[in-house]
């Protein structure tokens, strides 16, 4: 199906990097964007306030889904138990597995939906990029291809022949979304990326590292603050 611009889209929102922009572009085309965020128990929550942050600069609704109680089924990933340390290193290193949230994007994606259904909005997107595909089986196009398929059959007769599932950024890099973001004016010190829940990007984790790599190899000035001045050094 060809892809249009979407009247209303629910965009699934972290506050972060990738789904901040993503954010910013559907609205820049002239879609009506409403921003979901997801309270999973995640040790990183200050995301949440961040997603708030964008919400209120793009004049759009955030709607907070609270699904907390899932953190004492999901043990055992660093994001959501307090006895898993989050690693610090390569976005793409081994020990990143510990931060796998299981079946993460299959539940917001699928809440998410249901919401964009109910709303009447005719399109549900989300963030994922190249970078997050050695890691997260989530975020690769065969999954997003195979949700996508599930969608339309478990939702038949329900959904209008002009839904889409967006995922604009699958292919590109991390850099390469900085770039877009610059471009669209995104408001790059209103986004969160740390996955270890203090007030300021403590610079070593993994999506901290990502995040200062992109931003250098994308030629932009990084507003961020970093607990390490090593960080500080790197961007």
């Known amino acids: 199906m060809t892809q249009t611009t979407p009247r209303k889209t629910v965009v699934i929102a972290s506050g972060g990097l990738d789904s901040t922009t993503v954010a910013y572009l559907l609205a820049d085309q002239g879609s009506e964007v409403t921003l979901l965020s997801f309270d999973y128990g995640q040790r990183?929550?200050?995301?949440?306030?961040y997603a708030?942050?964008?919400?209120?600069?793009?004049?759009?609704?955030?709607?907070?889904?609270?699904?907390?109680?899932?953190?004492r089924l999901l043990t055992g990933s660093a994001l959501t138990d307090p006895t898993v340390p989050v690693p610090d290193g390569h976005y793409t290193?081994?020990?990143?597995?510990?931060?796998?949230?299981?079946?993460?994007?299959?539940?917001?994606?699928?809440?998410?939906?249901?919401?964009?259904?109910?709303?009447?909005?005719?399109?549900?997107?989300?963030?994922?990029?190249?970078?997050?595909h050695a890691i997260y089986p989530d975020c690769r196009p065969s999954f997003f291809d195979a949700f996508t398929a599930m969608t339309r059959e478990g939702n038949?007769?329900?959904?209008?022949?002009?839904?889409?599932l967006l995922a604009p950024f699958i292919g590109l890099a991390k850099a390469d979304i900085v770039e877009t973001g610059q471009s669209l004016g995104?408001?790059?010190?209103?986004?969160?990326?740390?996955?270890?829940?203090?007030?300021?990007?403590?610079g070593t984790c993994g999506t901290c590292t990502e995040r200062i790599a992109a931003f250098s190899l994308a030629g932009v000035t990084d507003p961020t603050d970093y607990v390490t001045s090593v960080a500080a050094v790197a961007r």
């Not at 990183?44 to 306030?49: G, N, P, Q, V």
């Not at 004049?59 to 907390?68: N, T």
């Open 44 to 49: 990183h929550r200050t995301e949440l306030e």
């Open 52 to 71: 708030g942050r964008i919400a209120q600069h793009l004049g759009a609704p955030h709607v907070i889904a609270d699904l907390s109680g899932l953190s």
């Open 93 to 132: 290193a081994v020990t990143m597995r510990s931060t796998v949230v299981p079946n993460r994007n299959t539940i917001m994606l699928s809440v998410a939906v249901a919401a964009a259904i109910s709303r009447n909005a005719d399109a549900v997107a989300f963030g994922a990029h190249s970078g997050d």
């Open 156 to 164: 038949d007769g329900f959904l209008a022949d002009c839904f889409q």
């Open 186 to 202: 995104v408001p790059f010190v209103d986004t969160w990326s740390c996955y270890k829940g203090g007030r300021v990007h403590c």
